[in-house]
């Protein structure tokens, strides 16, 4: 079955990075685009961007331009989602999620940003 | 940068019908923005319910429809149940590439 399996929570301090991986298995990784979504406490979903797993080609959201970057690793079928410059406002649990009807999310990671 | 607006709130009463909508800043929503629609409960991950549109998973009661509607996108929800209580969100392709969600709206059945 299709799975997305996430890494575990981090705790980051202000101006620090954090990657955060995604494992894709039951299906062909290459087919498909993966998606970073996030949710800060309280507030709504926040679209960050893609990958596709084929090309390697990105989009990313225009507010993260710059401290996004979401790179895949073909050979053990993982994404990643790197964010830099970190501040409070990037505490939030980070999801994500194949594309094609947006059936299959990850389960989250929550990253905490504190001093 | 592209502005999704969704009604905050809403209410329903137990077998009721309710329609939610979705607009673009951008201007008229059309099925070129592959609207999508899901579905939050407190502590829970998002589930999608409905997407190009209108096509449902294999999950999504019968009661629940998208559609276009006036120009933004509607979901539909008829014959409202108790575990319909939720946070719902629309998700829109625009600028062929990106994507965006809109504020949400807090459903209540009541």
């Known amino acids: 079955q299709v799975q997305l399996v996430q890494s575990g929570a981090e705790v980051k301090k202000p101006g620090a990075s954090v990657k955060v991986s995604c494992k894709a298995s039951?299906?062909?990784?290459?087919?498909?685009?993966i998606h970073w979504v996030r949710q800060a406490p309280g507030q709504g979903l926040e679209w960050m961007g893609w990958?596709?797993?084929?090309?390697?080609?990105?989009n990313y959201a225009q507010r993260f331009q710059g401290r996004v970057t979401v790179t895949r690793d073909t050979s053990i079928s993982t994404a990643y989602m790197e964010l830099n410059r970190l501040t409070s406002d990037d505490t939030a649990v980070y999801y994500c999620?194949?594309?094609?009807?947006?059936?299959?999310w990850g389960q989250g990671t929550l990253v905490t940003v504190s001093s | 940068q592209a502005v999704v607006t969704q009604e905050p709130s809403l209410t329903v009463s137990p077998g009721g019908i309710v329609t939610l909508t979705c607009g673009f800043s951008?201007?008229?929503?059309?099925?070129?923005?592959?609207p999508y629609w899901f579905q939050q409960k407190p502590g829970q991950a998002p589930r999608t319910l409905i997407y190009?549109?209108?096509n449902k998973h294999s999950w999504t009661p019968a009661r629940f429809s998208g559609s276009l509607l006036g120009g933004k996108a509607a979901l539909t929800l008829s014959g409202a149940q108790p575990e319909d209580e939720a946070e719902y969100y629309c998700?829109?392709?625009?600028?062929?590439?990106?994507?965006?969600f809109g504020g949400g709206t807090k459903l209540t059945v009541l």
């Open positions: 999620a194949r594309d094609s009807g947006w059936e299959y």
């Open positions: 039951g299906y062909t990784f290459t087919g498909y685009y």
């Open positions: 990958i596709n797993f084929n090309s390697g080609g990105t």
């Open positions: 951008t201007g008229v929503v059309t099925s070129g923005h592959y």
């Open positions: 190009d549109t209108s």
């Open positions: 998700f829109f392709s625009y600028s062929g590439a990106r994507w965006v």
